[in-house]
């Protein structure tokens, strides 16, 4: 299967408000916006190596902070371009945010602004993502040496917020996350070997008890349909 050709880029910049971006996405484009510029994939999402919802998550926002969270250098520097189609235009708010920060070195003053907007949304978007994840997984506890038995499934918090990360480097990735989690108040669930399976067959349990209490009512409602028919 041959990869996609580039796309033609225009002599002018073609530049995209807000409103455009979105009729273009109700159209069926995939639209992503990364450093203010916008980049159509349709051509590119059945080929991305991350699998298509990665992208279907993105379209039509700003993937600015997932991109370069979790891809290397080449695809900014080499690949993103051949899917350009024009500048994201900014909104009068998004405008408003900048423009209201002013001093002597302007440049600089928007450079700061621009970081510090950046650092706040990727700060909010991990934080939401580890809420998440935590409530539906949790690592198991074990020595550094023990890593070659569990091969990397103990670190399942990990590889679910990060799963591009390399198998050796969880550990290291973990010690982060926990020390994030404990600055935001986030609980992360991590357990022993021992404790972590009573964890799991205690959760196994809940959901037994759950579907038969339902086959319960569901016995009891059928019953009730024959009385009530005789």
Known sequence: MTRPSAEVKSAQPNYLTKQE???????????????????????WIKYHPGGELAIINMIGKDATDAINVLHPDYVVNN????????EYELGDSEENMIHSQTST???EQLLTVAKEMSISVAFRRLES?????G????DVDCPWWMDWFHGGLQFQTIHHLFPRVPRHNLRSCQSLVKEFCDEVGIKY?????VKGNGV???????????????KTVAKGNHNKSFITED
Do not use: C, P, W
């Open 21 to 43: 971006v979105e009729k273009r996405v109700q159209n069926g484009q995939i639209l992503i916006i990364y450093n203010n510029k916008v980049y159509k994939l349709n051509k």
């Open 79 to 86: 690949k993103i371009h051949n899917f350009y189609i024009g």
């Open 105 to 107: 070195n302007e440049s």
């Open 135 to 138: 409530l539906t997984t949790m």
């Open 200 to 214: 799991v067959l205690g959760a196994l349990k809940d959901v037994a008890n759950q579907v038969k209490l339902l």
């Open 129 to 133: 993502k580890i809420k998440e994840r």
């Open 189 to 193: 669930h991590i357990y022993g070997f």
